[in-house]
């Protein structure tokens, strides 16, 4: 069976296959929708320094013949012909791709995939659908890439331009079009361990419920075999709707239609089955005390007793002559109670009969995912729920600085590297304890941020100024400029406090623990320090300490005598965690 990836899965191709000689299929399609499906063959730094491994319509195979275009076939939109072992050693990576030639979205698509078929027998599928894409033109599928070893990658990322967008961001050159015969079919070609036998093969379930049924045909040879009819012309699915809903069809879990056929609800009879017989009634047909009882608190596996005869009386566990339980409650006592939510035994049920149990009926997985879909894109920054935030990297291309570990999910292109606060920042960290570790995010694409399940805050500045202890920083724009400060302080000899303070135009990302409160500055606001989480820059804040000689003459304190007293003019403001760090 083929293993059924999901975006963003990636694995060793030696772990799907020990087979070299690989088939790529590819099926998208949509009403009045026409794509052009390639294979850009990049080298290390992943660019198309080589224009003769552009594998598409006008130039169908490589040099060297590793990398092939098969054509539409068996099912398949477009199908390739991969030899791993053939691709030179400059060649780093295959990336499949679609693009849209002429009017249209990718939105607009049915249920489609990419697949891999070794020897006969499909290893490996991603299944997408219309409803994971927005205003795109193009989608990057999946890719081939050389870590040590070959590997491929369920990419599933939308792009917007067409081919010539996907050409120019591989670093690869547009040239004008020009009228080229259509490329001559590629011959039938033996290969063994890459055809499929003799005999029409099963095809792997599918996990998507598509619009139209595609029936799924095993891949070929390279060609059709001999003496098999010609591939039928795949209908197009049917429209999608206008707002379609994510996660609509259960690609995770198990085909909706198991081979045996539709399994029909807990509590209702299959086809051509008795239904069973109600509560203390034996099934019609069924020798009423003929049949061994399953014994009740027996283990698995262990043999049922025969019952005896009917009209004599039940042997206790243990035989004749073992301590007396209440028939039926093993190991019950009498006069005990039976257990909670159960019916003594021998009584009977409110009404003769057994209270029913609700069967079927409870929502589907779509239903139960919607609230939790991905929140809509546009935006730079977007929470996903009060926890987990978004940063589109391609908004803009302005880089995100980001404590070090919080990223939990990222999609596209994104590079991640060690940020630096130099051998200054170092000393100044240590010494003030306001030093962050934080990692640089440059590239295209989004960047899930969270840590330790904490409540995230973007605070959007423009131009003005905000005080936020190093602690509580989890990502921000790197156009904002930070700096320690000092917190002067009486009343304690020497006593300072730092802090951080951001200055500029963009994004700060605060995270606190648990639901904080924002309250104006007055003469007599006065705040832990250790439960501050940021002010306005325009603060003026002291340390207040209710530190004497009369109080520290004697043993114990209350625990709060070093306070933040924080004065300023209206429109000022505290934020304070309901924790203390």
């Known amino acids: 069976m083929a293993r059924e990836f999901q975006r963003g899965h990636k694995t060793k191709i030696g772990d799907l296959t020990a087979g070299t000689d690989l088939y790529v299929g590819v099926q998208i399609a949509g009403p009045g929708l026409t794509f052009d499906i390639s294979c850009f063959g990049l080298d290390a730094d992943e660019r198309l320094s080589d224009d003769r491994y552009f594998i598409f319509f006008n130039q169908p195979k490589s040099p060297e013949e590793s990398i092939q275009l098969l054509g539409e076939q068996a099912g398949d939109s477009e199908s390739f012909r991969v030899t791993l072992d053939k691709i030179p050693p400059h060649i780093h990576k295959l990336s499949f791709t679609a693009a849209l030639d002429g009017a249209g979205q990718v939105s607009q698509i049915g249920p489609g ?73 590629v011959a039938a070609q033996g290969a063994p361990g890459f055809a499929p036998p003799p005999g029409p093969a099963a095809p792997a379930p599918s996990f998507g419920a598509p619009a139209t049924p595609v029936p799924q045909q095993p891949a070929p040879d390279f060609g059709p075999p001999q003496g098999a009819p010609p591939a039928a012309p795949q209908p197009a699915p049917a429209p999608q709707p206008t707002a379609p809903q994510v996660h609509s069809a259960p690609t995770i879990a198990a085909p909706l239609v198991p081979p045996g056929g539709p399994v029909p609800p807990p509590g209702v009879p299959a086809p051509g089955q008795q239904p069973p017989a109600p509560y203390g009634q034996p099934t019609p047909g069924q020798d009423p005390y003929g049949q061994p009882q399953a014994a009740s608190g027996g283990f698995p596996g262990q043999q049922a007793p025969q019952a005896p005869p009917y009209g004599q009386p039940v042997p206790p566990p243990g035989g004749y002559g073992a301590p007396q339980s209440q028939p039926g409650q093993p190991g019950q006592f009498p006069g005990q109670p039976a257990p909670y939510g159960q019916q003594p035994p021998g009584a009977p049920y409110p009404g003769g009969q057994a209270p029913a149990v609700p069967q079927g009926g409870g929502p589907g997985l779509g239903v139960v995912l919607e609230k939790y879909k991905e929140a809509p894109t546009g935006q730079r920054w977007t929470p996903q729920n009060s926890k987990l935030i978004r940063v589109d990297l391609g908004v803009d291309g302005q880089p995100v600085l980001a404590r070090q570990g919080s990223m939990v999910l990222y999609q596209g292109k994104v590079d991640f590297s060690y940020k630096g606060a130099g051998f200054r920042g170092r000393i100044v960290g240590n010494a003030t304890g306001q030093e962050m570790q934080l990692m640089r995010c440059t590239g295209q694409g989004q960047v899930f941020f969270a840590e330790n399940s904490a409540h995230v805050h973007p605070i959007e500045l423009q131009g003005d100024a905000i005080c936020v202890s190093a602690e509580s920083v989890l990502a921000f724009d790197e156009s904002l400029q930070h700096e320690v400060r000092r917190i002067e302080g009486h009343g304690i000899p020497g006593g300072a406090l730092f802090t951080m303070q951001f200055q500029g135009s963009g994004t700060l990302v605060v995270k606190t623990q648990g639901t904080p409160v924002v309250l104006p500055v007055t003469p007599t606001t006065f705040a832990d320090a250790n439960a501050i989480v940021a002010w306005s820059a325009a603060s003026q804040v002291i340390i207040s300490s209710q530190v004497s000689l009369r109080r520290h003459a004697y043993p114990g304190h209350s625990g709060e005598t070093v306070n933040l007293q924080f004065r300023g003019a209206p429109g000022n403001f505290i934020v304070v965690q309901p924790y203390e760090v």
């Open 113 to 185: 995939y990419i697949r891999i078929v070794a020897g006969g027998e499909e290893v490996a599928r991603y299944s997408f659908t219309g409803s994971e894409f927005s205003t795109e033109r193009a989608v990057m599928l999946g890719d081939f890439y050389l870590k040590d070893v070959w590997r491929f990658a369920a990419v599933g990322q939308g792009f917007d331009g067409g081919l010539e967008a996907l050409l120019k961001n591989f670093g690869g050159e547009v040239a004008e079009e020009a009228e080229a015969p259509p490329a001559p079919p």
